[in-house]
């Protein structure tokens, strides 16, 4: 039970049988995170997409600051939306992409030629162009990620990055997610990271490329659980508690 409680999907169906019962009314607030995840024994990430879920349904109102409030009871405790409980949790996506892009950067490191460099150099301008002029598009972004993939010239690791990114895009959750963060500022912290795993890559060191690509991807983890968060307490960890591209070093 407590492996099958990790699943933040089934944690989110839990949560919306106790609101089909009726022992929340609308307008009232949830117990908190904190007391959710102590509950159930996982993290608050898992916690937090179950919310998401429910806030796309509309039975929730996430406040920032304040609280989840009931805002809608369900007719019926299976009446879930396919396309909502089938969707990828962001938390979950960007644990996916660490696994997945450490690996990448790592072997990149290893195939890149000064045209490669050059062309991530490029795109790193470009994406500091864009946050200098406002535009809240992840082009570039995706460019610099996509463009490390392909200097691995494998072109199964090509499409399966392309993939994970095309979960992000399409993802439900992860606007949802995004519609709690006020503003795009926090974006300029990526620019040092993308730097720095360019810098990795160009010196030709795999180790330091997985490292770098892997530290971004928490840098990024990290801040959106911090900027979303509806209560406001101590950020208190991670989805997974052990990092990987630790141990062994």
């Known amino acids: ?119 991530l150099k490029s795109i790193l301008n470009q994406e500091r162009k864009n946050l200098e002029q406002g535009d809240e598009d992840y082009i570039a972004d995706e460019d610099f990620h996509s463009t490390i993939a392909e200097i691995t010239q494998n072109e199964v690791l090509v499409r399966m990055q392309k993939d994970l990114w095309k979960y992000r895009t399409d993802s439900e959750m992860w606007k949802g997610l995004h519609t709690h963060i006020p503003n795009q500022s926090y974006r300029y912290l990526w620019l040092q990271d993308h730097e720095n795993i360019i810098t990795a890559i160009q010196r030709k060191d795999p180790a330091l490329a997985r490292k770098a690509m892997w530290q971004h991807l928490e840098n990024v983890k990290q801040k959106l659980f911090e900027l979303s968060d509806v209560e406001d307490p101590d950020f208190d960890g991670y989805l997974f508690s052990v990092n990987p591209i630790t141990v062994g070093i």
């Open 1 to 119: 039970m407590e492996n099958e409680l990790r699943s933040y999907k089934k944690i989110g169906l839990l949560l919306k049988e106790r609101l089909a019962t009726g022992i929340y009314h609308i307008g009232e607030r949830l117990p908190t995170e904190r007391d959710f995840a102590e509950e159930f024994g996982v993290s608050r990430t898992v916690i937090r997409e179950a919310l998401i879920m429910l806030e796309l349904e509309n039975l929730i109102d996430i406040k920032k600051g304040s609280g989840v409030y009931v805002t809608a009871l369900p007719i019926a405790a299976n009446d879930e939306k396919d396309n909502i409980f089938s969707d990828i949790g962001p938390f979950e996506l960007l644990q996916a992409r660490q696994l997945l892009e450490s690996s990448i950067a790592e072997f990149a490191a290893i195939q890149a030629t000064k045209k490669d460099i050059d062309k």
